[in-house]
């Protein structure tokens, strides 16, 4: 699951899915709670060219 919000982390965890967080802006500071991903890109573009190495 991949997503720039706490609800998506937690969604993709309760689905028993790996997650990414990808910083969209929002400041993972400033999440609507603490949650923990998989993995953490910086933004989009990280994220896409990390899955096509």
């Known amino acids: 699951m991949v997503g720039d919000r706490a609800g998506d982390m937690l969604a993709g965890k309760n689905a028993g899915l790996k997650t ?8 993972i ?18 994220f896409i060219s990390g899955i096509f190495k």
Do not use: K, M
């Not at 990414?20 to 400041?27: A, K, N, P, R, T």
């Open 20 to 27: 990414v967080l990808v910083d969209s802006g929002y400041s």
């Open 29 to 46: 500071s400033r999440l609507e709670e603490p949650v923990e991903a998989d993995y953490h890109c910086a933004n989009l573009r990280d």
